[in-house]
């Protein structure tokens, strides 16, 4: 059974940065997707960024050019590092992963984090 857990977030002023990391345990296929997902007050869950085993990345268009996904494959790893950060980045942050080929939203995962509190604020 596929497991994530996070570490990360927190309170940053806008313009700052801040690292999610997230490390999966469980794979049973080399075909698998990690991703970062966030949910701010009041909207859905969103795909944010996400990183499939072949190398391939995907990012929302609002992060675009602003945050950068990692893999570590040694250690299971992802780290997710966001830059540039504007209040409307604020939410709670959710890893999650999948086996397969997946599009980067929230259906097609199904092992989920806990979830981190990211605050963009002055």
């Known amino acids: 059974q596929l497991q994530v857990v996070e570490s990360g977030g927190g309170l940053v002023q806008p313009g700052g940065s801040l690292r999610l990391s997230c490390t999966a345990s469980?794979?049973?296929?080399?075909?698998?997707?990690i991703g970062w997902f966030r949910q701010a007050p009041g909207k859905e869950r969103e795909g944010v960024s996400c990183v499939y085993s072949g190398g391939a990345r995907y990012y929302a268009d609002s992060v675009k050019g602003r945050f950068n996904i990692s893999r570590d494959n040694a250690k299971n790893q992802v780290t997710l590092q966001m830059n540039r950060l504007k209040p409307e980045d604020t939410g709670v942050y959710y890893c999650?992963?999948?086996?397969?080929?997946?599009?980067?939203?929230?259906?097609?995962?199904?092992?989920w984090g806990q979830g981190t509190q990211v605050t963009v604020s002055s």
């Open positions: 999650a992963a999948t086996l397969g080929f997946r599009k980067c939203v929230p259906i097609d995962f199904d092992s």
């Open positions: 469980g794979f049973t296929s080399d075909y698998y997707a």
